[in-house]
């Protein structure tokens, strides 16, 4: 079954947005073995979405659109769609009713009938919105079946899940197993080497890998029938990887150590210099964190360091803010001034200036602390201010991910 993809909105040609969208339907037709043979991303123009519709949807089973729902002049996908089936736009009662309800219970009252969004396709069926005010669509047209959603990421998922999921349990022969095994640390090419047996091992298996700046993903795509090829192969690539697997599917790194927190009831704490706080924060996403988190200083001065963190003035004066020493006391003393069972702290230079020849810019030192020991970890990056912080806080939760795994006897 051959199906497209229509990403509507300006702010997503122009770069300003980021299309999640496409990645998020993108993932539901392929778990149901769609051929998604297009994916395009149209400016707010009615012309322009028309031409498309004619040009790409002869010979796919099934679109779907999001995007250019809602009320205001720049949203015209409906009036697009109408002019590409012919039909005409007339105020639809049902759904005028329905947006103004959310909106006063907002505490927005609103009537003219154009900003309630209320005028409709003629003969498309209207699907309800639960959790916003533009509703989607759902017609058939040429022997294609057409799914239109809001652009709104978190409203598409929703509504995909209310009434595309449904529609594909019903039309697909086969709905296949996507696993994914997320590793940190690791190059691609070192994977493949060492997954290469293994994916040998399992022809029927469809194995890609999606590197990224804090992962590096191993994506195994399997029909149904092969369920316990796919078991067999998530555990050879244990034996394979190792500590280097930090999680599976939606696992984070932050999750990761928060489980592993929680089993072994243990509490944190985080000195922060040059990640500002974000490792904290990565903490603080995960639910429940409260059980094992306790607090983060961001010690981004060397008077907060000595005052707060009880950092030797001596340790800096000799070594420097970014040195192992200073790292370690950073790790010793948050642990200290909060109770924890576990401190961790982070020192570097993301960039772009502050540099030296000994230090140059992305240099971290990573520091752990428990009862019995205490060390720091130096790793170099070399990437933007932005992302040099988001990968040191990477390193520094895997640095304390590995440590709780080797003394729970799991790591290799």
């Known amino acids: 079954m051959k199906a497209g993809i229509i990403n509507i909105g300006s702010e997503l040609t122009s770069g300003l947005v980021c299309n999640s969208n496409a990645s998020h339907i993108g993932k539901i037709l392929c778990l149901f073995s769609l051929d998604v043979g297009f994916i395009l991303t ?39 769609l109408a002019k590409f089936t012919k039909r005409k736009l007339s105020f639809h009662k049902e759904t005028a009713e329905l947006v103004e309800k959310k909106l006063l219970e907002r505490g927005v009252r609103i009537s003219n009938e154009r900003f309630l969004g209320a005028y409709q396709p003629e003969g498309m069926e209207i699907l309800k919105n639960p959790i916003g005010t533009a509703p989607g669509l759902r017609f058939s047209h040429r022997g294609t079946e057409f799914f239109v959603f809001p652009g709104v990421p978190v409203e598409m998922e929703v509504m995909a899940e209310q009434y595309l999921i449904p529609y594909l349990e019903k039309v697909s022969r086969e709905r296949r197993t996507i696993k994914v095994i997320r590793t940190f640390q690791l190059p691609e090419s070192k994977i493949n080497e060492l997954l290469e047996p293994v994916i040998e091992e399992f022809p029927l298996l469809d194995v890609a890998f999606l590197p990224r700046h804090i992962s590096n993903d191993i ?42 927190l929680r089993d072994k009831n243990l509490t944190l704490s985080v000195a922060e210099s040059c990640t500002g706080g974000l490792v904290s924060n990565r903490i603080t996403n995960i639910p429940g964190s409260s059980e094992y988190f306790m607090g983060g200083i961001v010690s981004y001065d060397n008077s ?32 200290n001034v909060l109770g924890t069972d576990i401190g961790v702290s982070t020192t570097g230079i993301a960039g772009p200036s502050g540099g030296t020849k000994d ?38 939760l895997d640095t304390l991910r590995v440590e709780l795994l080797r003394e729970k006897g799991e790591g290799k």
């Open 42 to 80: 149209l400016p707010d123009r009615v012309d322009t979405i028309v031409k498309a519709l004619k040009q790409v949807c002869d010979g796919a089973q099934l679109v779907v659109i999001t995007g250019g729902l809602g009320p205001t002049h720049d949203d015209c996908t409906k009036e697009a």
């Open 219 to 260: 994506v195994i795509n399997a029909p149904s029938e092969e369920k316990i090829s796919l078991d067999r192969f998530v555990e050879e690539a244990k034996r394979a990887l190792g500590e280097k697997i930090y999680g599976y599917d939606e696992d984070t790194m932050e999750s990761a150590v928060g489980k592993l």
């Open 304 to 335: 907060v360091k000595i005052n707060i963190l009880k950092v030797k003035a001596e340790t800096i004066e000799k070594y420097g803010a970014v040195s192992e020493q200073t790292a370690v006391e950073m790790a010793e003393g948050v642990r």
């Open 359 to 396: 230090k140059p810019v992305g240099t971290v030192w990573v520091g752990y602390s428990d009862r019995e020991k205490a060390f720091a970890k130096k790793f170099i990056v070399d990437y933007n201010r932005e992302l040099n912080k988001l990968i040191f806080s990477q390193l520094c």
